[in-house]
C-alpha cells in the first residue's frame, strides 16, 4: 500500500462547526487530491495540489478549502459543515499528473454532519 | 467537461461465472482508462488500466476493453471467486492530466 495516512477516520460533527481532515504521505509525491465519495456519484474531484502552497479547485469546491504547507500533508477544511457535507472523503497521491502516473489512495474518513 | 456512466451499478454472479462491466465517456479527448477496486473500509486500488493507443489488456483474470470509436470501456472478471466480491469503480482521463473523472461504481457480489 502506498504510504497515505488520513484522519480522523471517523468523525461526528455538528451543523455549522469547523472541520479538518489531514492527509499525510511519506512518498514525496507531488501531486495530491482531496475527493468525496458518495452513493451513487462514484467519487468526485474537491480539491488538487500540484505542489507546496499550489492548489486548485475541482468539481465539488463549494464549501471547502485546502492547504498544504509541507510536501507530506495535505488539509482538508470545512469552514461551517453543512450536513450535505456528510460523505466519506478520500485522499489520493500521484507522482507525476498524465497517464503514467495513476492515483493511490488513502483508507477514507467517514464523516457525519448531524 | 468529462461525463462517465457505469453500468450496471449491482452484480450477482455465481462463482465461477464471468462478470463484465461496462463503461462510457463523453470527452474524445481522453486518453487514460482505470479501473479500481475498493473493498470495504478501504480506499480504492489500481487493478488495471488502459491507454487510447491499445485496444485490449489482460492481467490474469481480468481485462479490459476499449473502443475509442463508440467511446466505451469494458472490464471482464473471468473465473470470478468470492475474493472478487467489492465496489468497482472506472474511471477516464483527458491529455491535461490533471483530473480523474470516475464512473458511479458496480456493486459486484461472487456468490459460493
Known amino acids: 500500500d502506498a504510504g497515505i495516512t488520513q484522519s480522523p477516520r471517523h468523525k461526528v460533527t455538528e451543523t455549522g462547526t469547523p472541520v479538518t481532515l489531514r492527509c499525510h504521505q511519506t512518498?514525496?509525491?507531488?501531486?495530491m487530491y482531496w475527493y468525496r465519495q458518495d452513493p451513487g456519484h462514484g467519487l468526485r474531484l474537491i480539491h488538487y495540489?500540484?505542489?507546496?502552497?499550489?492548489?486548485d479547485k475541482g468539481e465539488v469546491s463549494d464549501g471547502y478549502s485546502v492547504s498544504r504547507s509541507k510536501t507530506e500533508d495535505f488539509l482538508l477544511t470545512l469552514e461551517s459543515a453543512t450536513s450535505s457535507q456528510t460523505s466519506v472523503y478520500f485522499c489520493?497521491?500521484?507522482?507525476?499528473?498524465?497517464?503514467?502516473?495513476?492515483?493511490?489512495f488513502g483508507n477514507g474518513t467517514r464523516l457525519t454532519v448531524t | 467537461g468529462e461525463n462517465v456512466e457505469q453500468h450496471p451499478s449491482t452484480l450477482s454472479v455465481q462463482e465461477g461465472d464471468s462478470a463484465v462491466i461496462k463503461c462510457t465517456y463523453s470527452?474524445?479527448?481522453?486518453?487514460?482508462f482505470p479501473w479500481y477496486k475498493q473493498e470495504l473500509g478501504k480506499g480504492p486500488q489500481l487493478i488495471i488500466d488502459?491507454?487510447?493507443?491499445?485496444g485490449e489488456k489482460k492481467d490474469q483474470r481480468i481485462a479490459v476493453t476499449l473502443n475509442k470509436t463508440a467511446k466505451h470501456f469494458s472490464l471482464h472478471i473471468t473465473e470470478t471467486q468470492p475474493e472478487d466480491s467489492a465496489v468497482y469503480f472506472c474511471?477516464?482521463?483527458?491529455?491535461?492530466?490533471?483530473?480523474?473523472?470516475f464512473g458511479g461504481g458496480t456493486r459486484v457480489l461472487v456468490k459460493p
Open positions: 470527452d474524445s479527448a481522453s486518453n487514460y
Open positions: 474511471a477516464a482521463r483527458t491529455a491535461a492530466g490533471n483530473k480523474l473523472t
Open positions: 495540489s500540484y505542489g507546496v502552497k499550489d492548489t
Open positions: 489520493a497521491i500521484s507522482e507525476q499528473l498524465g497517464a503514467d502516473s495513476p492515483l493511490h
Open positions: 488502459i491507454r487510447s493507443n491499445v
Open positions: 512518498e514525496n509525491h507531488r501531486y
